[in-house]
């Protein structure tokens, strides 16, 4: 079947850390990989994607590689801002008669101190 | 602007009530989907739509019903057979010409139980 496995939070980490959020994930067929990111009271925003091996995804300051042989897609950031508390989702869809639909991880809670 | 319209934002339930949760898009997208939220367990997909008039279960239906009577328009019911209704739920969208695209969502309602 299909499933995401992330990281458990909390992640606590002082202005200007590095960040890795790990992202690991099982799949029937070829799956396309997003990370999504949600503020408090929010929905849900989309932050990058990868639709096959090899790619990268970017934005604002993230970062992640689709790894076919280690089924992975962990979420990097060299320099964390406060304004970068959230809860990260990575998340996957695949091909089929489900076409469109998104498995997620737990979601990862992430706090930066100034 | 487009996006994806929720309401309302609060919502609170009396025991044996039904209620119901709207979601409006204005992207004209085909595929439409339901969340639930709860702390520490990501988000699990409780109903999604491919079409006009046509839907499919998700992990979670049971206490709850919804219709696609118009494209732009998929409200979530939550039955009094729904136990333990108290979650954040969310509203999504996406295209579905190929499987990479990604899903848009609303500000949620937040469901409580009076």
């Known amino acids: 079947g299909n499933s995401v496995t992330q990281m458990e939070g909390p992640v606590t980490l002082s202005e200007e850390a590095f960040l890795t959020i790990n992202c690991t994930y099982t799949?029937?067929?070829?799956?396309?990989l997003f990370w999504y990111v949600q503020y408090p009271g929010e929905g849900l925003q989309l932050l990058l994607k990868?639709?096959?091996?090899?790619d990268k995804g970017s934005n604002k300051g993230f970062e992640a590689t689709y790894r076919k042989e280690t089924t992975s897609f962990h979420l990097e950031k060299g320099s964390v801002q406060v304004s970068d508390s959230a809860v990260y989702f990575c998340?996957?869809?695949?091909?089929?008669?489900?076409?469109?639909?998104?498995?997620f991880g737990r979601g990862t809670q992430l706090t930066v101190w100034p | 602007d487009g996006g994806i319209t929720q309401s309302p934002k609060y919502l609170f339930r009396k025991e044996g009530q039904n209620v119901t949760l709207s979601c409006e898009q204005n992207?004209?997208?085909?595929?439409m989907y339901w969340y639930r939220q709860d702390p520490g367990q990501g988000l699990r997909l409780i109903y999604y739509?491919?079409?006009?008039?046509?839907?499919q279960k998700g992990d979670i239906a049971e206490g709850y019903s919804v219709s696609r009577e118009k494209k732009e328009s998929f409200p979530l019911t939550v039955t009094s057979a729904q136990k333990n209704p108290t979650a954040f739920y969310l509203c999504?969208?996406?295209?579905?010409?190929?499987?990479?695209?990604?899903?848009?969502f609303g500000d949620g309602t937040r469901l409580s139980i009076l």
């Open positions: 992207l004209n997208h085909d595929a």
């Open positions: 799949a029937t067929g070829y799956p396309s």
């Open positions: 998340a996957l869809s695949t091909r089929g008669s489900t076409l469109g639909r998104l498995y």
């Open positions: 999504a969208s996406s295209m579905l010409e190929t499987d990479n695209q990604p899903q848009h």
């Open positions: 990868a639709t096959k091996a090899d």
């Open positions: 739509s491919q079409i006009v008039n046509d839907f």
